[in-house]
């Protein structure tokens, strides 16, 4: 048992992270604005969470403007992609063993 659970990532315990990679892994990015309107969630909450997950090299972040306006976008990294793929099949192996 204790193998499926080495197999859990701490980086995706919190569920607004979680939320970041499940929406991100079935887009091509999501922006700021989609994030937070999706989670609901405060700016300050989701800037803390994608840092987080920005810092584990699992997300990557482009930064532009739109005539005046910042955009932020996110975009999931390979490296992201399969921590997360394998942080599921460890949830599921846990549920349906």
């Given amino acids: 048992m ?21 929406i991100l892994v079935v887009n091509e990015y999501a922006d700021f ?20 997950l920005e810092k584990e090299e699992y997300i990557t972040v482009e930064k532009s ?3 005046r306006k910042p955009n932020t976008k996110y975009y999931v990294t390979k490296k992201g992609r399969d921590a997360f ?6 949830i599921e192996k846990l549920l349906n063993p």
């Fill in 2 to 22: 204790s193998s499926i659970i080495n197999n859990i990532n701490k980086a995706f315990d919190h569920r607004i992270r979680l939320g970041i990679m499940s």
């Fill in 33 to 52: 604005n989609m994030l937070k309107e999706l989670l609901g969630v405060t700016d300050g909450n989701l800037a803390s969470h994608t840092k987080a």
């Fill in 65 to 67: 403007f739109i005539g």
């Fill in 85 to 90: 793929k394998k942080h599921v099949e460890a």
